[in-house]
């Protein structure tokens, strides 16, 4: 599936994800969009399926909007850290990834919102993102169950992404 935007930003593996079976009939895949600096307003994401042997080339009627807003004057930087354990699954296992944010600027407190995550593989995140949780004066965590839907030699890429909140830019 391609995707793309009529604003500024980038897309995680280059705007392209390898579907994934979730039930008969169905197939999803994931990656993240992140906002170029300044383009707050209404971006409008598309997506486009090129096909294959058995199924014609499709897209949806409407690209998705989505509003991007800008961080309030001060909000405090964030640094974000992914840690997903065991690094080694087999097929019909699954890991747990742990995202940390932490605020790094000058009198700190501990982030909130939400991280969303993606992987260049195919693979769903039960659930498919999570609510912060404060773990310290100056940090959160939230954690993701990861389950592989195909093997594969080359290690499946994970990546995670903090919203952000009016205190903290994500």
Do not use: M, W
Request: hydrophobic letters at 35%; glycine letters at 14%; aromatic letters at 6%.
């Amino acid at each position: 599936v391609d995707f793309q935007s009529d604003k500024p930003g980038a897309f995680s593996g280059n705007g392209k994800c390898s579907l994934a079976g979730v039930a008969q009939g169905t197939a999803s895949c994931q990656l993240l969009y992140t906002p170029a600096a300044g383009s707050a307003g209404t971006h409008h994401i598309g997506a486009e399926y090129q096909g294959d042997g058995g199924h014609q080339k499709s897209s949806p009627p409407q690209p998705f909007a989505l509003t991007v807003v800008a961080p309030a004057p001060g909000a405090h930087a964030t640094a974000l850290t992914l840690e997903c354990k065991p690094t080694a699954v087999i097929l019909g296992g699954a890991t747990v990834c742990t995202a940390k944010v932490r605020d790094t600027a000058a009198g700190p407190s501990a982030p909130a919102g939400g991280v969303v995550f993606a992987s260049d593989s195919p693979g769903h995140f039960a659930p498919g993102g999570c609510t912060l949780f404060k773990t310290g004066e100056d940090e959160a965590r939230c954690q993701v169950l990861y389950e592989p839907t195909k093997a594969q030699v080359v290690p499946h890429r994970i990546s995670a992404a903090y919203s952000g909140e009016p205190a903290h830019q994500g």
